[in-house]
């Protein structure tokens, strides 16, 4: 049995932007910035394939020898730390090993992508898209382009010679004469659909612009590794989210839902580092109800794409107006066309399909034709023929989609990796469970400390712990030394308030590892978090910490 073109659809701007596969994040900050030059547009990009001989060259030629000194005594080192240090490859150390693109220190890096080594999968059209559409979006944009594409001239696109680059940033901006054609590729830009859950783009955009306070401060490597980091959570914090609000959407019907259940989503991290058994059975408890909700997020997915069909079946058989209104129907609309008096029409139009899948001769010689009994098991359980249709979907697509979207949500979420949010010990035979990794930790106490007021917007102070755990727990839904009371996944005892305990501890410890933590007593209020970097509320935009 094979399904037509059009029952294999899946995808739908309407819902995420996004492919469900693995995606890094190197490659989406590279496609990110070509979407800051071009104002949202990819770059469409002709261009010698970028090696790591390329890089070399630049650096050894006598020409450049005033601005890398001392390299041409070196060439060996030199190709090393280009491999090491400056580009991102694939297969890396095999015999098929390439370059995706340059590490992305600076905007220029997408110039001198390999397009077809370095793929994001719509990673970075679902963040500036999030940022066009969030409440301070266009602030958070403009400091992005501002921090990336220093030392370019925004006319020319060319070194200035006036601002002060690192020496990765000089070697790439002098390969200009590689890139032969670089045009924003408008293409994709004409579906543009407001988020689905507009908070988290707000709170995205006030990430973004809070963050960029500390650019004075902090070495540009460091400040990337940030940006990274904390673009990387935000996309798994929304995929979270979609997965509670969708089906819940498709369940209403459209109907606005109460604002609790729009944004709300929890989970409980684990900072024991999994020494206390019962903190790491909640974490993993935790993990396990959000990826629990993907077959019936998956389910709702496809709702989205098949009512978008019936849609356009409706415009043209005049009962619904306006194609163009049609194309920009929202997901609310669309779940609003399952109401009763499309009834008849809605079962016409899935009948057919329905009837196209099944309608298989039984004489074919193609065994591969033949229609498995669990669908004939689906046709017999009564349901109408919009239920029929998407089972029969999800039956013959839904297991490849669910494993791609957990290894997308892993990848976002830095599984295993330096950063993470989630763990899983054991290979894939082990139990997911939410962390909160150091290198996240770090990111997330940087915006923490930050308060607005001040001649750069905002300045920071000391932090109690409590209030920092209030912080974590009512912006991003990140529960430590208490149980979230949405997305419960265990009750209230006294073995769970001790792991509580002990899983507050971990997290000082942790403060402590990272050098935020200062406790001069017991007391909560002698417990603080200290600012790495002070910015005081009269200070001029010149920065009196390091600057790379």
């Known amino acids: ?65 005033k601005h890398f000194k001392g390299f041409s005594q070196a060439p060996i080192t030199v190709e090393k730390w280009i491999e090491t240090h400056l580009v991102d490859l694939i297969n890396r150390g095999k015999a098929n090993e390439a370059v995706a693109a340059p590490r992305p220190l600076h905007g220029n890096t997408y110039l001198f992508r390999n397009p077809k080594n370095c793929r994001d999968y719509g990673a970075s059209k ?16 403009t400091r992005l382009k501002q ?37 924003p590729d408008h293409s994709d830009l004409q579906e543009r659909f407001a988020p689905l859950n507009q908070q988290a783009a707000d709170i995205l955009a006030d990430d973004i612009i809070k963050l960029m306070t500390y650019r004075q401060y902090i070495p540009r ?47 409980f991290v684990d900072m024991t580092n999994g020494t206390n058994n019962k ?48 194309k920009q129907m929202p997901v609310t609309e669309l779940f609003k066309l399952l109401e009763s008096p499309l009834e008849r029409d809605r079962d016409q139009f899935f009948g057919q ?23 004939h098991a689906i046709t017999q359980l009564g349901l109408p023929e919009f239920e029929t249709y998407i089972e029969i979907l999800l039956f013959v697509q839904g297991n490849a989609i669910r494993s791609g979207l957990v290894k997308n949500l892993d990848s976002f979420m830095l599984k295993n990796k330096p950063g993470a949010l989630l763990e899983q010990t054991n290979g894939s035979y082990g139990g997911r469970r939410f962390c909160l990794d150091g290198r996240l930790l770090e990111v997330m106490l940087q915006l923490a400390v930050l308060s607005k007021g001040g001649d750069l917007g905002f300045h920071t102070k000391e932090l109690r712990v409590d209030q920092l755990l209030t912080f974590l727990q009512t912006r991003y839904g990140i529960y ?69």
């Open 147 to 183: 921090f990336f594409f220093a030392g370019v001239d925004s006319s020319t696109g060319q070194y200035d010679c006036q601002s002060q680059v690192d020496v990765e940033t000089q070697a790439l901006l002098r390969l200009s004469d590689q890139v032969k054609s670089d045009a």
């Open 221 to 267: 490597s460091v400040m990337v590794e940030y940006i990274k980091n904390l673009l990387a959570f935000h996309l798994a914090l929304y995929q979270l989210k979609l997965f509670k609000l969708l089906p819940a959407l498709a369940k209403s019907k459209g109907q606005n839902l109460e604002e609790s259940e729009r944004q709300k989503t929890a989970i």
């Open 353 to 375: 399909r329905n009837a196209g899948i099944l309608d298989v001769s039984v004489s074919s010689a193609n065994k591969s034709d033949e229609i498995p009994p669990e669908l």
């Open 1 to 65: 049995m094979k399904l037509g073109k059009k029952d294999k659809a899946f995808r739908t701007n309407k819902v995420s932007y996004l492919d469900f596969k693995i995606v890094e994040m190197d490659r989406v900050l590279t496609h990110l910035f070509a979407r800051l030059k071009h104002n949202g547009a990819s770059s469409k990009l002709s261009a010698k394939g970028m090696t790591v001989g390329l890089f070399k060259e630049e650096f050894l030629d006598s020409r450049n020898e």
């Open 480 to 548: 430590i030394d208490s149980l979230p009371e949405t997305d419960t996944f265990c009750d209230q005892s006294i073995d769970v308030n001790s792991a509580l305990r002990e899983n507050l501890v971990g997290f000082k410890r942790r403060l402590r590892e990272i050098g935020f933590y200062r406790d001069l007593s017991d007391a909560y209020v002698t417990q603080t978090v200290t600012p790495r970097y002070q910015i005081d509320k009269n200070q001029n935009e010149k920065a009196q910490g390091s600057k790379a």
């Open 126 to 141: 679902q963040v500036y898209e999030l940022l066009y559409h969030a409440k301070n979006g266009q602030a958070a944009i």
């Open 279 to 326: 903190c790491h059975q909640m974490a993993e408890q935790s993990a396990t109800l959000h990826y629990k909700r993907i077959p019936s997020f998956i389910k709702a997915y496809f709702g989205v794409k098949k009512l978008d069909e019936f849609a356009e079946y409706l415009s043209k058989k005049g009962k619904l107006s306006g194609s163009k209104s049609i």
